[in-house]
Nanobody, 116 residues
Framework: QAQLVESGGGLVQAGGSLRLSCAAS????????MNWFRQAPGKEREFVAT????????SYTDSVKGRFTISRDNARNTVYLQMNSLKSEDAAVYYC?????????WGKGTLVTVSA
């Protein structure tokens, strides 16, 4: 059974950094597009970053470009999201997603809180 478990969220001051992890089991992240999404209170879930399964190409939503970095460690079957220069608007529940064609798996999320 495929499972994604996020960790690394917490409370951080504006301008600080956090690294989120997404540990996968029951699937190999090297065979999936791995994505991070986030959902702030009262808002829809939005795409944050992706890393391609074939070439490792990355893409980001405009609001995090230059501040966030997605990476993966295939040996550890784990995806990371390094978040620097955090802003109040980055506060949200962050979700890990593994997707390939009709296969679509989600974690339960990890909460990131940014204080002023």
């Amino acid at each position: 059974q495929a499972q994604l478990v996020e960790s690394g969220g917490g409370l951080v001051q504006a301008g600080g950094s956090l690294r989120l992890s997404c540990a996968a089991s029951g699937l190999s992240i090297s065979a999936f597009h791995m994505n991070w999404f986030r959902q702030a209170p009262g808002k829809e879930r939005e795409f944050v970053a992706t890393i391609g399964w074939t070439d490792g190409r990355t893409s980001y939503t405009d609001s995090v470009k230059g501040r966030f970095t997605i990476s993966r460690d295939n040996a550890r079957n784990t995806v990371y999201l390094q978040m620097n220069s955090l802003k109040s608007e980055d506060a949200a529940v962050y979700y890990c997603n593994a997707k390939l064609f009709s296969l679509d798996y989600w974690g339960k999320g990890t909460l990131v809180t940014v204080s002023a």
